[in-house]
């Protein structure tokens, strides 16, 4: 039947179950009785804490501990329920009395058809058990429903308990490890880590996450009746209802524990006589301590504290997985074996006698002992793997006792402790200059601790690592800002495990060339290799060619060379065969034949506008010559390729910098249209495609099926200062003030710049004074020389 989940915490629900829906809750933080109770199943006796379940036929031994000194009489009432609708017959109830230094004792046979067991404790003079009884019977549902919530609500208590614990144990012993420790126990625990809790110092960090406790706890499906509505989903299904009102929780609150309707659960009992009062169970070895969250009451109504116990059931095994990310682990003692999926075998003593089975060679195996530690999220070997019996990567699996029943859990590969072994491949050599990716074959890949590098006598460098399958780990060599020389390696394993030493010569890398290529026509080539920033020049016949801008795409170098003689390299013709001649840093020399290629398409530029951007507060201006653009104007451009070319749309209009560096690729719908099959549209706001500093030469061309046209001249780009105000006197003197003046070389009062008024290098200023070229006439608008071209002026209206 569908649930409905309250905006609220279990804890601020079970406190105003003893007082009026109307009346305050409470934390459940009285103490109350205690309880010692065990369970005998098969011959095997365990206490409560120990036992998930109960089973048809267990002997519950139950007694209750008061205080010797107490003067009240108690009476404990257990009661065997059955189901909703049915209610359980009277020699299913159970009471006996304690008090004034003694305890109350039962011993009860768990009778066929049970399913529930419950208890409650009342003062002697308060109530009887045949009020109990009573109410039991004219209820039974509402009491299940209440032993089932009350059980749960125990065991969320303990993940709870277990979270704050550990994490302000980590608070005191090492206030900065308080972030990490805390999205460990999340994940153990399935609590919610606050996120922004971390991003405060450290000493504050445990105080934050442990404060709003009642949004802590996310729903365990191994535990919770919400499980039951997700039979073979995974948890991450449970966690992501809390975020949907489809599944009945209006809109929930980050606490997903099962149905927790306690106001009307307990509210149906209350009766003239009788007070029911939650009582949490916070289990220890061998004693349950109460806790409440009201005073008892001795007069009429008198309190009844009821308890929940375990359901009566079938043992249900924690469905623990390994976690996340775990690859190879190691078999030494202290090493940890992640799980996750079961968050009560670290809140609860319900998994015991765990160990980590390992089998040997010829069907020998070796059980290790282990326990769960939420701190560092699985199961921490107690004892490390023996050297005798075992060889390579060994299988393992934890096994244990889930109460009275035997579990099997996950399975791992670990690596032998003893076992450190390394080697690199044979001739194998590093490169200076790039960080080198090496790959080290052996054996202990899941006990590596950490790798070293030392560079002839230099200090050791820690390195970055990770597996690569069970028999090798593949290592980053930094050698980006080294010099030619020896190059150590060391590896670390296990504690008692020697440390695995390589060491391998590193050496310059030539530049690889793959090709050189140029059309007829054509003033520069282009070079593609690697580690081309060596080369120094390049000699192509009787041309000479240096370096100009280089780039990296598809994982390899291009280089553009530029021509010292343009003309004499635009003369090569087509089909040439050429050796070319690549001179390396230290004078070190490579060849490369180069075929000269057809020459290129030229494109066309048809016409061309710009489209000034207005900005708040800044006056408009214009700029000359024409084919000079404002870098943030949006500029439009109408191109061809020739008549006999029709244009698809698939093609590529590239635009870049004369020097190469920045380049931006226009593509259908994203700034190129089509007007016809031979002309096509483009639109680009440089300051947006190339960058906020572009400025300068623009060039284009046209990549048409791979091929690409020679580069036309598109126009300029110039920066423009941003001027917020003139103030102009009757004489002709004015006052400039605005923002990256800097950008103006000069300002005057006259279209011809005659009697400019210089703008110095560096002027860092917001105002500058310009004195008028005709005296006692104000000016109608001002002029700027550009320093980004020193023939673009751009003229501003004087208000």
Known sequence: MPRVFRHLSVFALLAAAAWRVEAAPSQFDLVGPRLDVAVTHDGATLPLAWVPNLAEGDRVSIKLDLPPAGSERFRLVAVF???????????????????????????????????QLALFILPEKGGSADAVASAVRKQPGAFVRAVQDLNQATLDRARLDTFLDVLLQAEREDPASVGATSQVLTRSLSIKLKAECLQQPAELQAACLTGDRETLLFADTHSSALADTLTGAPTDLAFQLSATPQAGYGFYSSYIGV??????LFGAFQSTQLQFVPALARMGDSRITLLLNTPLSFAKPASVMVVGLPAIEAAKPPPLRRGEGAGLLCAASGAVLPVEGAPLVYATRYARDVMVRIAGAGGASVDLPAHADARRGGYVLDKGLPDAGFAGPVGAQLHGNWGFTAFDGPRFTLSRPQANLWAAPANTTLVVGRTNTLALAGEGAGCVARVEMRRGDGASETLDWKQDGQRRIVVDVPLDKA?????????????????????????????????????????????????????????????????????????????????????????L?????????????????????????????????????????PHAGVLPMTVQPDGVFAQDARLTFAFRLDPATPLTGKE??????????????????????????????????????LGPLVHGALRLRIVQDGVATRWVPLGSVVRLPELRSIACTAAGRCTVTGDRLFLAQAIATDA????????????????????????????????????????????????
């Open 81 to 115: 329920l059955r189901g909703a609708v049915e209610r359980p017959p009277r020699d299913w109830f159970h009471d006996t009395l304690g008090g004034k230094g003694k305890g109350g004792d039962l011993s009860l046979i768990v009778p066929k058809g049970a399913q």
């Open 259 to 264: 149905v927790r309707d306690i106001f009307r």
């Open 483 to 571: 010099t030619p020389g020896p190059v150590t390696l060391t590896v670390t394993g296990a504690a008692g495990a020697a440390p695995a030493t390589i060491t391998l010569p590193a050496l310059q890398e030539i530049g690889r060339l793959d090709a050189l290529t140029i059309a007829a026509g054509d003033d520069a080539a282009m070079l593609t290799g690697s580690r081309l920033d060596q080369v120094r020049e390049v000699r192509l016949g009787g041309v000479t060619l240096t370096p100009g801008a280089l780039t990296r795409s598809d994982r390899a170098d291009q280089l553009t060379l530029a021509a010292a003689d343009p003309a004499a390299l635009r003369a």
């Open 573 to 613: 013709a087509a089909g040439s065969r050429i050796v070319a001649d690549v001179t390396f840093a230290g004078n070190r020399h490579k060849t490369i034949a180069v075929t000269v290629g057809a020459a290129r398409r030229t494109p066309l530029v048809l016409q061309r506008s710009a489209q000034p951007v």
């Open 652 to 689: 590529v209009v590239e635009i870049a910098t004369a020097d190469g560096q920045t380049t931006s690729r226009l593509t259908a719908g994203k700034g190129y249209d089509l007007q016809d099959a031979t002309t096509g549209i483009g639109t680009i706001v440089p300051a947006e495609a």
């Open 752 to 799: 011809r710049v005659d009697a400019a008024q210089a703008i110095p290098d560096g002027f860092t200023g917001n105002a500058v004074e310009v004195a008028p070229s005709v005296a006692g006439q104000k000016p109608a608008s001002l002029s700027l020389r550009l320093r980004d071209a020193g023939e673009a002026i751009a003229t501003v209206a004087v208000p």
